[in-house]
């Protein structure tokens, strides 16, 4: 049975559309890699890149990579079928990323050294399969709380870029919700009923993290300040846009934002 693409809200696709053009994400031409963990986030990704594949201007490919780290307590096999059904080409990569930490962790965290192996293989999936840009599905709010979690712990006013090329030079990494909220993906995933697997941080379940706390400092802080995350984006804009100096300027037109 066929499962169709559910059609993203428009405040959605105006946000992502946005985005796109703003920090000249997909060029014609583009090979698009999707990182698709199975959270709302990474799902109601996959629905609107593919909305914009039918309906910008701008041509290019669209895949997905799940990294499966063979935890018992998170199996996003799943989105196999799902992603059969949908006809989008996928790969799905399985490595036992939670056994190797045990053996070979230093002084990262579990988050950390997960987070790093699963960066290397999307990039090596990436580069096996002729794909030059990985898409990730971080939102504004996973941006709000990285830059007080540097600021607060690390002394640095950093966060996540919307747009930049690995150092290696060959891999362009994209981030298309950073002007969307969390709130915004979910909504979108219930209501379009998007098979969301239900836990995809599989080394941190039942500990509070930095991130957690961080999470619901925003949160009461944003339910005394309505416009705190239009505020912060202000500040963070900066930021998110370092590094994309270094991308070469696209001939394409620019990703079109009305639906």
């Not at 930049?164 to 969390?182: F, K, Q, S, T």
């Not at 993906?185 to 039942?206: H, K, M, Q, W, Y």
């Amino acid at each position: 049975m066929m499962n169709a693409f559910a059609a993203p809200p428009k405040s959605l696709i105006r946000l992502t559309g946005k985005a796109l053009g703003d920090f000249r994400m997909i060029a014609d031409g583009d090979r698009v890699l999707l990182g698709l963990s199975g959270g709302k986030d990474s799902l109601s990704l996959l629905h609107l890149l593919h909305h914009f594949q039918r309906r910008a201007p701008v041509r290019f490919d669209l895949a997905a990579v799940t990294i499966d780290p063979q935890s018992e307590a998170f199996d996003p096999s799943p989105l196999i079928p799902y992603m059969k059904s949908l006809g989008v080409e996928y790969h799905y990569v399985r490595e036992p990323i939670m056994k190797l930490a045990t053996e070979h962790m230093d002084n990262d965290s579990y988050c950390a050294f997960c987070s790093r192996m699963k960066r290397g293989l999307m990039y090596r999936t990436a580069r096996e399969h002729g794909f030059n840009v990985i898409a990730m599905a971080q939102h504004l709010d996973d941006l709000a709380e990285s830059f007080l979690m540097s600021a607060f712990h690390g002394g640095r006013l950093k966060t996540m870029k919307a747009h930049y090329c690995i150092d290696a030079g060959d891999l362009r990494v994209i981030r298309p919700l950073v002007y969307v909220r969390e709130r915004q993906t979910a909504d979108f995933a219930r209501a379009a009923g998007l098979p969301v697997i239900s836990e995809n941080c599989p080394a941190c379940f039942d500990m509070p993290t930095q991130r957690q706390h961080m999470k619901e400092l925003l949160a009461r802080e944003e339910a005394q300040l309505p416009r705190l995350f239009r505020n912060l984006l202000s500040t963070l804009r900066p930021l998110m846009s370092e590094g994309l100096e270094d991308i070469p300027q696209a001939p394409a037109a620019p990703v079109r934002r009305q639906a």
